[in-house]
């Protein structure tokens, strides 16, 4: 009771620490700006970092969970994202427009894309930047577990295994163990 008590005080100080920043990024509709904040709050040390990092994305990002908890060196690179309650994201992943369901357990490193098609070419072959590419939302599932290293490019069904420095560029349904470069099925929920 005493440390759910202190938790949320110390969420409450939190978000009164973080609030002029987020507005200064129009609550995540300045993307420049939010890039900026997004990025310095993910070099902050420690719990108080946690903290502080969960608290800004609580107000920038679409939907964040205060219950969540965002490790040293990762961050969103697109507020339009959604955090669902206890997600656990460890250190040095970057996020991007994603929707990472409750329960969800992401290891270090990985790496959530906002799709296959960012960057397209011309007629002549030249790459394009990010601003003319197609961004897709990614969802990964509840209850799922992305291991270390993992690049995640397509949707992630629920109560599903990700193996760590696994490639995911097809949908992988629910319930199912993908490894891999592609990734690919190994085990579903009913042994298939």
Same mark, same amino acid.
Request: a positive charge; hydrophobic letters at 40%.
């Given at each position: 009771? /005493?440390?759910r008590l202190l938790k949320r005080t110390l969420l409450g100080i939190c978000?009164m620490v973080v609030w002029p920043t987020a507005l200064l990024t129009a609550?995540?509709?300045?993307? !420049? ?28 990002? /679409? &939907? ?5 908890? /965002? ?12 955090? &669902? ?13 994603? =929707?990472i369901g409750e329960n969800t357990q992401i290891a270090s490193g990985v790496?959530?894309?906002?799709? +296959?098609?960012?960057?397209? +070419?011309? *007629? ?12 897709? *939302?990614? =969802? /990964? ?14 949707? %992630?069904?629920?109560? =599903? ?5 696994? %490639?995911? !560029? +097809? ?5 199912? %163990? ?9 085990? =579903?929920?009913?042994?298939?």
């Amino acid at each position: 009771m /005493i440390r759910r008590l202190l938790k949320r005080t110390l969420l409450g100080i939190c978000l009164m620490v973080v609030w002029p920043t987020a507005l200064l990024t129009a609550f995540g509709r300045w993307e !420049s700006a939010y890039g900026f904040f997004a990025t310095a709050y993910a070099l902050l040390p420690g719990l108080p970092g946690d903290y502080l990092r969960i608290a800004f994305y609580n107000l920038t990002l /679409i &939907e964040c969970s205060l219950s969540s908890r /965002i490790q040293f060196g990762s961050f969103f690179a697109h507020p339009q994202a959604k955090v &669902e309650p206890r997600v656990y994201i460890g250190s040095y992943c970057v996020l991007g427009k994603a =929707t990472i369901g409750e329960n969800t357990q992401i290891a270090s490193g990985v790496q959530i894309l906002s799709g +296959r098609h960012q960057h397209s +070419r011309d *007629e002549s072959g030249q790459i394009s930047g990010s601003d003319r590419g197609a961004f897709t *939302e990614i =969802t /990964i599932g509840h209850d799922c577990w992305i291991g270390g290293g993992a690049l995640v490019m397509a949707d %992630v069904g629920d109560g =599903t295994t990700i193996g760590a420095g696994s %490639v995911v !560029s +097809r949908a992988i349904p629910p319930g199912s %163990v993908a490894v891999g470069n592609p990734a690919r099925v190994i085990r =579903t929920a009913a042994g298939a």
